[in-house]
C-alpha cells in the first residue's frame, strides 16, 4: 500500500494548522507528539514545514479542531506519494512545484471529464431518483464535501456531531449511498472530547455520481451550492425529499419557552452563505408556509425561520426530520407538555 504525505500549500496555512491545534488542545507539543508516538525532533520537522507529514498523522491532528476548520484545512492541502522527497531550495523552487501540482490537478480533472462520459452513462444509465437517494443529496448539500487529488484519490465527506449524527449517517446516508456503490466502505472518525465526527469514503465512483449525475463541483461549494436542476424539476416529492436531507443536517429546530407563549413555541431555522441556495429554498416553501427571512450582513448569512405549532404540523406532515437530534427534541417536549 503506497504510503502518502501531506503538504501544505504555503507556510502560512500550515502554522495556521498547528495553531488551532495548539489552541483547541491546550497541551503542550511534547504531549501532543507523545501522544501519537511520534518522536519530539520528528514532531518539530514536521511543524516547522521541513518534512512532509504521514497522511495517518494528518488525520490524526485533524481531530484536534472544528469541522468547518478541518475542511479548511483538508482542501488546501496537497497529498504527495512518499518518495517525492522533502522540500527543497527557496521559496523560488517551492512555487514552482505548487505551480506543476496545480497544472497537474487541471489535466487530470480535464482527463476525468472525458474518460468518465461513456463509463459514467454505463454506470449511471439506468439511475432514477428516489427519496432517499434525493435525502441523501441533501445532506451533501448541508455537511458534505468532495474533491480529487492529484494521485486519484477521490475523497468525498460529512462533518457532523458525535453525539447526535452518527445514528442519522449509519441508518439513513450510508444506507442511501450504499444503493449508488454497493461496496462502499465508510471510514468514521470520532473525536470525543470535541463531540465531533467524519464520515469518509474514498470512492472514484461516488464521486463521479455527484459530479456528473447533480453537476457538483469538486472543492469548496458554500457560496454557490444548489438544489440539483434535475431535482429542482422533478416531482414535488423528490424536492421535498432534499429540503428534509437540508434540514437534518443545516438546520435546526427548538422551542421558545418565553412566559408570553402558553406552551412551547416550535421555531425551524436554517442559515446558508449561498445565495441561490436561500433563493431556491424560499420559492419552494413559500408554496406551503409563511416565513421569516433576513440577510444578516455582519455574519453575511440568509436565514429563513418556520414558526408557529400549526406550521411546525404541516411541516412534519410535508417534509419532516429523519435526524434523531431534531427528533428527540420534538419528543421531548411533546412528553413535557
Known amino acids: 500500500m503506497t504510503i502518502m504525505r501531506i503538504k501544505f500549500e504555503d507556510d502560512s496555512l500550515r502554522e495556521e494548522f498547528f495553531n488551532l491545534i495548539k489552541s483547541n488542545s491546550k497541551k503542550r507539543w511534547v504531549d501532543i507528539g507523545g501522544k501519537l508516538r511520534v518522536p519530539r525532533q520528528t514532531f518539530d520537522r514536521y511543524r516547522s514545514g521541513k518534512q512532509t507529514m504521514p497522511e495517518k498523522l494528518f488525520l490524526s491532528l485533524l481531530n484536534y479542531i472544528s469541522e468547518k476548520e478541518q475542511r479548511n484545512i483538508i482542501n488546501k492541502t496537497i497529498k504527495l506519494q512518499d518518495n517525492f522527497g522533502q522540500v527543497k531550495g527557496g521559496k523560488k523552487a517551492y512555487l514552482i512545484n505548487i505551480k506543476k501540482f496545480d497544472e497537474g490537478r487541471k489535466k487530470g480533472i480535464h482527463s476525468i471529464k472525458l474518460s468518465r462520459r461513456k463509463h459514467t452513462k454505463y454506470l449511471f444509465s439506468d439511475f432514477e431518483l428516489t427519496p432517499e437517494i434525493c ?16 494521485n486519484k484519490l477521490y475523497h468525498i465527506e460529512f462533518a457532523g456531531d458525535s453525539r447526535y449524527d452518527l445514528d442519522y449517517y449509519k441508518k439513513v446516508i450510508i444506507p442511501s449511498i450504499k444503493s449508488i456503490v454497493p461496496n462502499i466502505k465508510p471510514h468514521i472518525y470520532k473525536v ?27 472543492g469548496r461549494k458554500g457560496f454557490s451550492v444548489t438544489i440539483p436542476n434535475n431535482i429542482m424539476s422533478s416531482k414535488d416529492e423528490l424536492i421535498k425529499s432534499t429540503i428534509r436531507g437540508i434540514y437534518d443536517t443545516d438546520g435546526s429546530i427548538f422551542f421558545d419557552r418565553r412566559n408570553q407563549y402558553k406552551k412551547p413555541y416550535p421555531r425551524i431555522l436554517i442559515s446558508m452563505v449561498s445565495k441561490p441556495l436561500y433563493l431556491q429554498l424560499k420559492s419552494h416553501l413559500s408554496n406551503h408556509f409563511t416565513f421569516y427571512e433576513k440577510f444578516n450582513e455582519k455574519r453575511q448569512i440568509y436565514i429563513i425561520e418556520i414558526y408557529g405549532i400549526n406550521q411546525f404540523r404541516k411541516w412534519m406532515s410535508l417534509i419532516g426530520f429523519s435526524n434523531k437530534r431534531h427528533l428527540n427534541r420534538i419528543a421531548s417536549v411533546a412528553q413535557s407538555g
Open 192 to 218: 470525543k472530547s470535541r463531540n465531533s465526527i467524519r464520515i469518509i469514503f474514498y470512492s472514484k465512483e461516488l464521486f463521479c455520481f455527484l459530479k456528473d449525475v447533480f453537476g457538483f463541483i469538486p
Open 135 to 150: 435525502e441523501f443529496v441533501g445532506a451533501f448539500i448541508g455537511d458534505g464535501f468532495f474533491n480529487c487529488y492529484k
